[in-house]
């Protein structure tokens, strides 16, 4: 049963669509802030890391799918490409609207606009974009390996596809560290900074229980991407992933 709006909404790894979007929209006024507390600002970094990956360029059409409050679509969409910002939480979606639509200050930004969408059922058309991203969102799907297909599916041919996500650390000792920080640390500064701890323990369960690097490198190939390749960011906190699609013919 989906809680009502005025109960904590905590997603589990069963990432069901209806408790995932409603945990979002709990947290969304204050989620960037959250965000850079608990990452110890690394996630400015790796919104950075994730722009240059992107490349945007005047004229191009991107989407940036699972874009929350729009903070990585607003860095994109400053380079004058048309820039999406898809996500399935309403709530997120109307807090980028409030900051960055038409009717934010100054009349926001006019090359960027917001979409409710679902990763798994994306509601564009086939190689509708030249470039698509995905930062810490595919590991809340409950389909990542469809969402992918999707991503593939709305690119045209000869597009690129930039998804930057946690992963796993190759070092063991600072593996080690790194689940110490998430489970003993994490959690207490999430009660201090967030309207809705119970999400953080959500978000490690979640990176805990996702796949390694190499393992995200094969469904990326197995859902019709070529030339895919990662680096690691924070010493493989994060992993920056990038492929193409092939051209036709």
Known sequence: MTPSPDEANRADLHKDPARVSGMFDQVAKNYDRTNTVLSLGNDRMWRAATTRAVAPRPGQRILDLAAGTGASAVALARSGAQVV???????????????????????????????????????????????????FGLRNVNDPKRALRELQRVTKPGGRLVVCEFSQPPSRAFHGLYRFYNDRILPVVAKTVSSNADAYDYLNESI?????????????????????????LSLGIVALHRARKPDVG
């Open 208 to 232: 805990r229980d996702w796949p390694d690097q190499r393992t995200l490198s094969a469904w990326i190939r197995t859902a019709g991407w070529t030339d895919v390749a990662y680096r690691n």
């Open 85 to 135: 910002a898809a996500d399935f939480s309403p709530g997120m979606i109307a807090e980028g609207q409030r900051r960055y639509g038409a009717s934010a200050p100054g009349g926001g930004i006019r090359n960027l606009s917001f979409v409710e969408a679902d990763a798994t059922d994306l509601p564009f058309a086939d190689e509708e974009f030249d470039t698509v991203t995905m930062s």
